[in-house]
């Protein structure tokens, strides 16, 4: 079986954190990086992006990087991986905030699975003003300033968890807080710090609730907690429909909500009543075509589908309309172990939309717990 590679973003900042050695306290604006390289200072930035894509031992055929010429990404991504394509080409060699943008931009638009950018502060402010959160993003730490709560802790760790996500492995999705301070004040003495947004990251996974001794989670408990998230999002988009797909689990999420179910088809709910029960393909799309449409899908435990096994009432069509970013895909965390880091399977009779669909997904594995997966493409040999 092929696999689709895992596609990592990367923007590297080549001047970020310039200033620090030669105490300038920052390297924001052109004329601060020309005193600090006239001051002997050495761009750091490059080695340390290569320290964490060094960390990347496993996997590497399976892995492309999208990136920005020359120091922009190209040149270190180069020195690590051999599948590397250029999709932002910088004007000057002094590059500025607009070419991280535009980069940034021109990455997004290729699709990645991760984007990982090298930098501080003020090159968070810069990603989180164009990234609109499509997939998680990390920060390798190389800058003066490290006040944002989207940097890994060390260029080391930060390469360690692309490769958890390059393996197949979960890691928990959170929301990091992008801070940037003034450098002028800070030069003064004062430390004058602004929120400027929230990027959705990963983190190494951990079992925070819902389990039992030992680690385990508890199956009851867990379920409780899906229910739970999935009657947030209820209240939260009383008028959408949510189409909630055949399995175990979500039949089990309907119960507790008080809706009755299809064990094996398909029903649609709206404010937590049944509109319509064991649909069709062509009613199911009749529906959704009228009104915004959210998705309950879970997979099948051991083979890892989430379509074209048991719920061919969700056609290409159907899934088309409902789209990518509105489908929630719910399940424990010992059911996505269980697949032994294989990926999830789409074969929804359509290779054009079982590769759109394909890349890291959101999972929803419990209340306010999800975690990055891969969603793949069975193409056979």
Request: with cysteine; hydrophobic share 40%; net charge negative.
């Given at each position: 079986m092929?696999?689709?590679?895992?596609?990592?973003?990367?923007?590297?900042?080549?001047?970020?954190g310039i200033g620090g050695a030669v105490a300038l306290k920052g390297s924001?604006?052109?004329?601060?990086?020309?005193?600090?390289?006239?001051?002997?200072?050495?761009?750091?930035?490059?080695?340390?992006?290569?320290t964490s894509l060094a960390q990347i031992t496993q996997n590497l055929d399976a892995l492309s990087i999208i990136t920005a010429s020359g120091d922009l990404g190209q040149n270190v991504a180069q020195k690590c991986v051999q599948d590397v394509q250029v999709v932002y080409q910088a004007e000057h060699?002094?590059?500025?905030?607009?070419?991280?943008?535009?980069?940034?931009?021109?990455?997004?638009?290729?699709?990645?699975?991760?984007?990982?950018?090298?930098?501080?502060?003020?090159?968070?402010?810069?990603?989180?003003s164009v990234f609109d959160n499509r997939c998680p993003v990390l920060g390798i730490p190389t800058g003066c300033k490290i006040h944002s709560g989207v940097f890994a802790i060390s260029a080391k760790a930060a390469g360690q968890v692309i490769q958890l996500m390059l393996?197949?492995?979960?890691?928990?999705?959170?929301?990091?807080?992008?801070?940037?301070?003034?450098?002028?004040?800070?030069?003064?003495?004062?430390?004058?710090?602004?929120?400027?947004?929230?990027?959705?990251?990963?983190?190494?996974?951990?079992?925070?609730?819902?389990v039992k001794m030992g680690g385990k989670e508890s199956d009851e408990l867990v379920l409780a907690d899906l229910a739970a998230e999935v009657e947030e999002m209820m209240q939260d988009y009383p008028e959408h429909l949510f189409v909630m797909g055949s399995?175990?689990?979500?039949?089990?999420?309907?119960?507790?909500?008080?809706?009755?179910?299809?064990?094996?088809?398909?029903?649609?709910?709206?404010?937590?009543?049944?509109?319509?029960?064991?649909v069709t393909a062509s009613e199911l799309l009749e529906l959704v075509k009228e009104t915004p449409t959210k998705l309950i899908i879970t997979l099948i435990g051991g083979q890892g589908h989430v379509f074209g096994r048991g719920n061919q009432q969700l056609s290409p069509e159907v899934i088309r309309t409902i789209g990518r970013e509105n489908i929630i895909i719910i399940?424990?965390?010992?059911?996505?172990?269980?697949?032994?880091?294989?990926?999830?399977?789409?074969?929804?009779?359509?290779?054009?939309?079982?590769?759109?669909?394909?890349?890291?997904?959101?999972?929803?594995?419990?209340?306010?717990?999800?975690?990055?997966?891969?969603?793949?493409?069975?193409?056979?040999?």
């Open positions: 092929l696999q689709r590679k895992f596609r990592l973003g990367l923007i590297v900042n080549p001047f970020s924001d604006g052109r004329e601060v990086r020309e005193q600090a390289l006239a001051a002997g200072a050495q761009p750091l930035a490059g080695s340390k992006t290569h060699p002094q590059t500025e905030a607009e070419d991280t943008i535009q980069a940034v931009q021109s990455i997004m638009a290729a699709g990645v699975d991760l984007l990982v950018f090298a930098g501080g502060d003020g090159t968070a402010r810069n990603v989180c393996n197949g492995e979960l890691v928990s999705a959170m929301y990091g807080e992008v801070k940037d301070i003034d450098e002028q004040q800070f030069r003064e003495g004062r430390v004058v710090a602004k929120l400027y947004g929230e990027m959705m990251i990963p983190e190494a996974l951990q079992y925070v609730q819902a399995g175990s689990t979500v039949d089990f999420v309907a119960n507790e909500l008080g809706c009755a179910n299809t064990l094996l088809g398909v029903d649609v709910v709206k404010d937590f009543v049944n509109i319509a029960r064991d399940a424990t965390k010992q059911k996505l172990h269980a697949l032994n880091q294989r990926p999830l399977v789409c074969d929804t009779s359509d290779p054009t939309l079982d590769e759109a669909l394909s890349g890291v997904i959101e999972i929803t594995t419990g209340y306010r717990d999800k975690v990055f997966y891969r969603l793949g493409v069975d193409y056979a040999c």
